[in-house]
């Protein structure tokens, strides 16, 4: 399957080192394993390969290789030094690409700095649009496809729910499990795992990081550690309050979604919103990683209670509200109170079971799967 990323990569690899981060199995390997049947002769190593770890640290592959590709080198000590050292000594003409689950930025240490030397792009699962282009099916049907498989290409393109559903226990539980001891101490796994259950139904809520250490009786410290750990292992990510004051704004209680919007555990009200919270996120971070855009996401949330599920702002400057529906067209007060409050910002009510898109003052009534079908990814 053609993945959004196919073409910014092989631009991006004629002029720099590429690093390819993203969820574990949103289909990393995959794309690089089709890349490199466009580069005869290519070698793909994964350092988590007892073989290929050997080839790695003794650097005995192909000289000639046109492109290698190197999977979780982030777990070999001293990785970007020896990264640093093995893109400045290519050959003529050699290509690198780097794939891996975890953010590099986590496994910063010091050392040789990577500089100048790459483009970061990252991965995340499929969307409504790539869904339609894939197996040509109407919008909708791609939205209530991934509503029910989540965006992850296993479960997607599984044969039955029932595959699915197992492959995503044994993901939830393999990261929590088996990743989380690249972070931290193995008698921290059972609270961890406690703490992500317990996120699973809090989607879309602001949540009391004081309240849920209280309920796992850890310090409120630990539990932002071990949140900060769900977010480097692409499990969850977090939307803040928007404000001019960024200070002010890592202050208030965040939202939290996961990458995988099947394990969200409430009504569908909520899987809807976490599945645009995901696609907002993924174009944010496409126009991050291609044009430099200082893009973000947000929500905002006023002290009388105000509140609009997102925001989308650059340089600074408000340039989206959007509000999540499932069927109700009633335009939505605050979202009608902050269009007024910033009117150069388009203010959007998408509602997934939607009969017919209206304008109704400033505010735009639309249908979800349409909208999120028109994103640029």
């Not at 992850?152 to 001891?181: I, K, M």
Request: glycine residues 6%; aromatic residues 8%; charged residues 25%.
């Amino acid at each position: 399957m053609k993945r959004y990323l196919d073409d910014r990569i092989r631009q991006d690899l004629q002029k720099k080192m590429v690093v390819l981060t993203g969820p574990r199995q949103v289909g990393k390997t995959t794309l690089s394993q089709q890349l490199l049947t466009e580069f005869p002769g290519g070698q793909y190593l994964n350092f988590d390969v007892a073989s290929h770890r050997g080839v790695i640290q003794e650097q005995s592959w192909r000289q000639s290789a046109p492109l290698l590709v190197f999977d979780e080198i982030h777990k070999m000590p001293s990785w970007k030094s020896w990264l640093k050292g093995v893109y400045d000594g290519r050959a003529l003409g050699q290509s690198v690409l780097i794939t891996g689950s975890a953010r590099m930025d986590t496994f910063r240490q010091a050392g040789e700095s990577l500089a100048g030397r790459y483009f970061s792009l990252r991965l995340h699962p499929l969307s409504v649009r790539e869904w339609c282009g894939a197996h040509h099916v109407s919008p909708q049907m791609a939205l209530n496809h991934l509503m029910t498989r989540g965006g992850f290409p296993e479960p997607a393109l599984a044969d039955s729910d029932t595959e699915a559903q197992r492959w995503r226990n044994e993901y939830f539980n393999g990261l929590v499990r088996e990743d989380v001891l690249e972070f931290s101490r193995l008698k921290e796994v059972n609270a961890m795992r406690l703490f992500a259950e317990m996120l699973r139904s809090r989607v879309g809520s602001p949540i009391s990081i004081a309240s849920l250490a209280r309920d796992l009786n850890v310090s409120p410290v630990t539990l932002n550690k071990y949140l900060d750990i769900l977010e480097a292992l692409f499990v969850v990510f977090v939307v803040r309050p928007w404000h001019r004051n960024i200070a002010r704004a890592t202050l208030q209680a965040p939202k939290v979604y996961f990458y995988d919007t099947a394990l969200v555990l409430g009504d569908e009200g909520l899987k809807f919103e976490n599945l645009v919270a995901c696609h907002l996120l993924k174009n944010v971070q496409w126009q991050q990683d291609t044009r430099g855009a200082s893009v973000e996401l947000n929500y905002i949330r006023t002290k009388d209670g105000a509140e609009v599920d997102f925001c989308l702002s650059e340089d600074n400057t408000l340039t989206h509200l959007v509000e999540c529906k499932l069927s109700d067209t009633k335009p939505h007060r605050a979202l009608g109170r902050f269009a007024e409050q910033w009117p150069h910002a388009q203010a959007v009510q998408l509602v997934r079971e939607c009969k017919v898109d209206a304008d109704i003052g400033a505010l735009k009534v639309r249908d979800a799967a349409q909208w999120l079908s028109a994103m640029e990814v």
